[in-house]
T-cell receptor, first 114, second 112 residues
Framework: DADVTQTPRNRITKTGKRIMLECSQT?????MYWYRQDPGLGLQLIYY???????NKGEISDGYSVSRQAQAKFSLSLESAIPNQTALYFC?????????????FGPGTRLTVL | QKEVEQNSGPLSVPEGAIASLNCTYS??????FFWYRQYSGKSPELIMF????GDKEDGRFTAQLNKASQYVSLLIRDSQPSDSATYLC????????????FGKGTKLSVKP
């Protein structure tokens, strides 16, 4: 089945460490997204990419960076992790920007920064 | 600031009843509207989307859109305990590069 996968699924790290979260998809979609979800705050967009050469900041990009290594791979990095980056992180993909285009989510990465 | 508002709940309904979930949005340029279901600790999964005024039915689910009043709702008929989850409303706004703006979700609890 065409799918969206994320690694790792769970990660505990310490303040100041560099962390990379990876996302791969076999859906053949051009657009990929990174969200974080905190309890009671809903999904917040961190970065999004329309293709390998087009990367854009979302509403909460400070403290994060991304890399689109290929159409199918989109990585999120925390250069120096801090405790308030403890959250559930989701990668998502979509085909295009059409009005009915839908986003499909990966299983998520639970990140804890001590 | 473009906003999508949902009552956080919890909304509690008995098994077999109709659950009604509501969402309002602030931007009149909103084009299309999506409902996702999210079980605790899991990823959001699409239930359905709607972009024309009126009702759209898919099995036990009906989405209702009223652009003049800027609200969209999701009705779940014959609610089951397995429907207990958080329901996220998401809106695609014209000019937003196709990105979605999510509400914070409504937690639904269906009691056996």
């Amino acid at each position: 089945d065409a799918d969206v996968t994320q690694t790792p699924r769970n990660r505990i790290t310490k303040t100041g460490k560099r962390i990379m979260l990876e996302c791969s998809q076999t859906k053949g979609h051009d657009r990929m997204y990174w969200y974080r979800q905190d309890p009671g705050l809903g999904l917040q967009l961190i970065y999004y990419s329309f293709d390998v050469k087009d990367i854009n900041k979302g509403e909460i990009s400070d403290g994060y960076s991304v890399s689109r290594q290929a159409q199918a791979k989109f990585s999120l990095s925390l250069e120096s992790a801090i405790p308030n980056q403890t959250a559930l992180y989701f990668c998502a993909t979509s085909r295009d920007r059409g009005s009915t285009d839908t986003q499909y989510f990966g299983p998520g990465t639970r990140l804890t920064v001590l | 600031q473009k906003e999508v508002e949902q009552n956080s709940g919890p909304l509690s309904v008995p098994e077999g009843a109709i659950a009604s979930l509501n969402c309002t949005y602030s931007d009149r340029g909103s084009q299309s509207f999506f409902w996702y279901r999210q079980y605790s600790g899991k990823s959001p999964e699409l239930i359905m989307f709607i972009y024309s005024n009126g009702d759209k039915e898919d099995g036990r689910f009906t989405a209702q859109l009223n652009k003049a009043s800027q609200y969209v709702s999701l009705l779940i008929r014959d609610s089951q305990p397995s429907d207990s989850a958080t329901y996220l409303c998401a809106v695609k706004i014209r000019g937003s590069q196709g990105n979605l703006i999510f509400g914070k979700g409504t937690k639904l609890s269906v009691k056996p």
